[in-house]
């Protein structure tokens, strides 16, 4: 998502993780990819390349252009805009937390001892408040992550994890997988585990990279 000074290994990665965006999500024929294009014709005055992964990573370029701020408070208020626009669109809405989640915490209830509970407005408006506190914060970890220099990764790979990261639901012990996300999710976002994204890096990287 957020570029860095890279390596030549990690142009390679680049390459790579580029491939499977185009592959996976098409991102080159994208409406924002290109919207960036455009973009960057009005202000260089040079066309991009309609090779995909040229396409794909002037879009991804973009994120670093905007957060290039020349002083630390511009730079978070960049991110926090950029924040608020994930926010909008990936955390949950309170029109959107299903009336079994409210059933089921006065099952818990029940369980734990406490009797049959009554939920009224209050305390509703509270739980609901502590899941889209919850969900912000499990989603701002990976944002403030992911547009640090701990995160030495390719542009593409730090928008494949980021966009990975809103589609995942709670991980499925028993299935040993992350199921997709639904609309109604009220559980937070994944816990961020830089071991496992450092591993991911390297199997993406092997994959894409013997294709080419």
């Given at each position: 998502m957020f570029r860095v000074t890279l390596s030549r290994e990690r142009m390679e990665e680049s390459e790579a993780v580029n491939s499977l965006l185009k592959n996976k999500y098409n991102l080159h024929i994208s409406s924002e990819v290109g919207t960036a294009a455009k973009r960057t014709k009005m202000r260089t005055g040079?066309?991009?390349?309609?090779?995909?992964?040229?396409?794909?990573?002037?879009?991804?370029?973009?994120?670093?252009?905007?957060?290039?701020?020349?002083?630390?408070?511009?730079?978070?208020?960049?991110?926090?805009?950029?924040?608020?626009?994930?926010?909008?669109?990936?955390?949950i809405k309170p029109n959107e937390i299903p009336e079994d989640y409210f059933e089921n915490q006065r099952r818990l209830a029940r369980e734990q001892g406490h009797g049959d509970i009554q939920i009224d407005a209050q305390t509703r408006k509270q739980l609901t408040e502590v899941i889209?506190?919850?969900?912000?914060?499990?989603?701002?970890?990976?944002?403030?992550?992911?547009?640090?220099?701990?995160?030495?990764?390719?542009?593409?790979?730090?928008?494949?994890?980021?966009?990975?990261?809103?589609?995942?639901?709670?991980?499925?012990?028993?299935?040993?997988?992350?199921?997709?996300?639904?609309?109604?999710?009220?559980?937070p976002f994944p816990?961020?585990?830089?071991?496992?994204?450092?591993?991911?890096?390297?199997?993406?990287?092997?994959?894409?990279?013997?294709?080419?």
């Open positions: 040079e066309r991009v390349p309609q090779n995909p992964l040229d396409r794909i990573q002037n879009y991804l370029n973009r994120f670093h252009d905007i957060l290039d701020q020349d002083t630390s408070d511009k730079r978070e208020h960049v991110l926090d805009l950029i924040k608020w626009r994930f926010h909008r669109k990936y955390v889209i506190a919850d969900q912000t914060s499990s989603l701002d970890k990976w944002m403030d992550y992911l547009s640090s220099p701990d995160a030495p990764y390719s542009d593409g790979l730090k928008y494949w994890i980021l966009r990975s990261v809103v589609d995942m639901a709670e991980y499925d012990k028993d299935r040993k997988a992350y199921p997709q996300r639904s609309k109604g999710t009220t559980k816990d961020l585990d830089r071991e496992a994204l450092a591993y991911v890096d390297d199997a993406i990287k092997k994959k894409y990279q013997s294709k080419q």
